[in-house]
């Protein structure tokens, strides 16, 4: 079957498996940002926005995003033009292995596009479903919180 | 994903079309909303997903003090609800901000929480405590109390109906909820909603329910008919924590023993009734 979403702002019309996931998809279309983790919409490592809202394209089937607009991370910055939330992982070294990166960054760009000047609990709370192995989680909590500060001081987009 | 074999994809237009799809599948398919509990299930049966989310059931109608949602809702259109602020003064966002993370509360859907009815899940024992109705269509137009449709075999019902509706009523009194949790990601070890009315100082009525025991949520109703005509004081919560320790059934599974459950129970449940009295001095 075919069908018609919108990604990254660029318009798709991909054919599709009837029971195809989302990250099945997204990663056909060479979105590698997009990880595949446990498969069970556990790890967060998958996360992707759909509508603004933070999803785990695992458990979302391709289907499902008929007509809907779809962000990844390369939807939002570019390794020479990085987006801020990027630029602050970077900054706060909450990057390493960077396998659960993006999906940190999503689920931290839909908090921040609610909420601007959250509290280390609410970042904390928003992460809660993303998993890291590497980090310890700090230098994240850092990094959304330094985002949240620059998207306040209008370096944001 | 776990879930194979699908061979074909459906976006029905109207309750009527979605009806008329899963007939044709003669079970072979199933209704999807979110999608959360229905891509990670095993099931290999599945030949054809019929999409119900363009069908016109995401809504939060306050009516009066009570409130009608939508079963395509999903928890976090429910959350930002004005009606889930303003029933029972945020009792339902007390809960719904305890259900999993923000992703999957923006993909779940509360007409899916009622269906998949996981016995460790939150939402029905909040149901269940609020005494939520459900209304569904298949060959007609029915309705039951949640409680009551927890005692049937409810899933069998809903392979050949469409969940429509869950009203909650309205309540001269408040509550309260709490589950414990190994962490905030991790499900419910054990849970309680409950909720009070207060008259000149004493209980007029009472609503207990635990879930999680490893069962699906359920009411306590001796311990309801004790606590009415009760003043909500100390005394009355040391005498819930004996009663609940001496008679809650419990069971064990990986997550916890009964002896854990049996001897947490008292405590947790005399805790949230406390909560609930506190919220209407």
Redesign the interface.
């Known amino acids: ?1 075919k069908i018609y979403f919108e990604l990254n702002g660029v318009p798709q019309y991909p054919e599709i ?5 989302l ?2 998809l997204l990663r056909r279309l060479g979105m590698k940002s997009v990880k595949s983790g446990c ?3 556990d790890c ?1 490592a998958c ?1 992707v926005l ?1 509508d603004g ?4 394209s ?4 391709a ?2 995003v ?1 007509g809907k607009k779809v962000t990844t991370v390369e939807g939002l910055g570019s390794v020479d033009d990085p987006h801020p939330l990027q630029e602050a992982f970077l900054e706060t070294g909450a990057v390493q292995c960077g396998f659960c990166t993006p999906g940190m960054i999503l ?1 931290a760009y ?2 921040l596009s609610k909420n601007d000047n959250p509290t280390p609990e609410e970042v904390r ?2 992460i ?2 993303n998993l890291c192995r590497c980090t310890g989680y700090v230098k994240i909590v850092d990094a959304i919180l330094l985002a949240a500060k620059w998207k306040r001081e209008g370096r944001w987009r | ?9 459906h ?1 029905a237009r109207d309750v009527e079309e979605a009806l008329s799809l899963l007939s044709a599948y003669q079970g072979r398919g199933a209704l ?1 909303a979110g ?2 509990d229905l ?2 299930s095993a099931r290999g049966d599945l030949e ?2 019929i ?1 119900i ?1 363009g069908i016109g059931l995401s809504y939060v109608r306050e009516d009066g003090g009570a409130l009608r949602i939508g079963a395509t809702t999903t928890l ?1 259109e429910l959350l930002e609800s004005k009606g889930a602020r303003d029933y029972l003064a945020g009792f339902l966002r007390e809960v719904l901000r305890q259900v ?5 509360r ?2 779940a859907t509360i007409g899916g929480a009622v269906v998949s009815a996981h016995p460790w899940a939150d939402i029905p024992t909040a149901l269940v405590a609020l005494g939520a109705e459900v209304r569904w269509v298949g060959e007609r137009e029915e309705r039951a109390p949640v409680e009551e449709l927890y005692h049937q075999r409810f899933r069998a019902i809903f392979r050949d109906a469409v969940l429509t509706e869950i009203r909650l009523p309205a309540w001269e009194g408040a509550f309260a909820f709490e589950k414990l949790v190994r ?3 991790d499900i419910a070890l054990l849970n309680c909603a409950c909720g009070l009315g207060i008259e000149d100082g004493k209980i007029a009525w009472a609503r207990v329910a635990v879930g999680a025991t490893p069962h699906r949520g359920r009411r306590l109703t001796w311990l309801e008919e004790g606590l009415v005509g009760e003043a909500p004081r100390e005394e009355l919560w040391s005498w819930v924590r004996g009663e609940v320790e001496a008679k809650v059934e419990v069971g064990t599974d990986r997550r916890a023993s009964a002896d854990w459950r049996r001897k947490v129970a008292g405590a947790l449940i005399a805790r949230t009734l406390a909560r609930a009295a506190e919220r209407q001095s």
Do not use: H, W
Request: net charge positive.
């Open positions: 079957m498996e009837p029971g195809e996931s990250l099945s498969e069970t919409g967060g996360t759909v809202r933070a999803v785990r695992c458990i979302t089937f289907a499902q008929r689920v839909e908090l709370e928003a809660s479903g | 994903m776990r879930l194979k074999g699908i061979k074909r994809f976006y999807l999608g959360v891509a990670r054809g997903l999409d989310t976090t999993a993370v923000t992703p999957l923006n993909q962490s905030a990601y």
